[in-house]
């Protein structure tokens, strides 16, 4: 069975801080995205990463899929109040997303 | 377009009752699934279709069944319910038939099992 390990669990932070969230496996997935949710609406794709080593920027966000393909980092960059939310991982494989147990991230203004 | 719509947003039942879960997307996708979102626990699989016609079972079907009535709609059952149904359910599509693609999500059904 296939799991993403996702860390922290829960995130608070003031605006203004940097942050960095996790996301783990010993399976080899052959792509992994991120998804972001606000309360009451379903998760919205972030972005997709492809290549082991690859990093891409969305603004203030940073992701960074590892060499091996098994796990995945993004980095929030001076964070903002309008950044709160459930950030979610999710490996490709077997036909199917595999998820893992997300982030909650609270900035404060 | 109005992407995916589920129906209904919230619903309460007695358990041992039964509902449908009604999900329809309308982006010509191939891919559709049926997740559920419960506190701590991300979200995880119960059901999904790679095209008209086929369903295969998820992580976590026991209790659920589905149809993909066309290529717009994929429902979820609940034959008797329990109250470890109670969750929030998503439906979401993909155009891509191996499930690397983006998935798109509908707003999700809050379900509470008495």
């Known amino acids: 069975t296939q799991l993403l390990e996702q860390s922290p669990q829960f995130l608070s932070i003031q605006e203004g801080e940097n942050l960095t969230v996790y996301c783990n496996s010993s399976?080899?997935?052959?792509?992994l995205q991120w998804y972001r949710q606000e309360p009451g609406e379903g998760p919205v794709l972030l972005v997709t990463v492809v290549t082991g080593g690859e990093v891409k920027k969305l603004k203030r966000l940073t992701f960074q899929f590892g060499d091996a393909r098994k796990d995945s980092s993004l980095h929030i960059t001076a964070a903002q109040p309008g950044d709160t939310g459930l950030y979610l991982c999710a490996g490709a494989g077997g036909g199917k997303l595999i998820f893992g147990q997300g982030t909650e991230l609270s900035v404060k203004p | 377009n109005a992407g995916v719509t589920q129906t209904p947003k919230f619903q309460v039942l007695k358990t041992g009752q039964s509902m449908t879960l009604q999900c329809a997307q309308d982006m010509n996708h191939n891919s559709m699934y049926w997740y559920r979102q419960d506190p701590g626990m991300g979200l995880r699989l119960i059901y999904y279709s790679a095209s008209e016609g086929t369903t295969d079972k998820g992580e976590v079907p026991n209790g659920y069944n589905v149809s993909r009535l066309n290529k717009r709609e994929f429902s979820l059952r609940l034959e008797s319910a329990a109250p470890s149904q109670t969750s929030v359910y998503f439906c979401?599509?993909?155009?891509?038939?191996?499930?690397?693609?983006?998935?798109?999500f509908g707003p999700g059904t809050r379900l509470t099992v008495l």
């Open positions: 399976s080899v997935f052959s792509s």
């Open positions: 979401a599509s993909s155009g891509e038939r191996q499930g690397a693609g983006e998935q798109f």
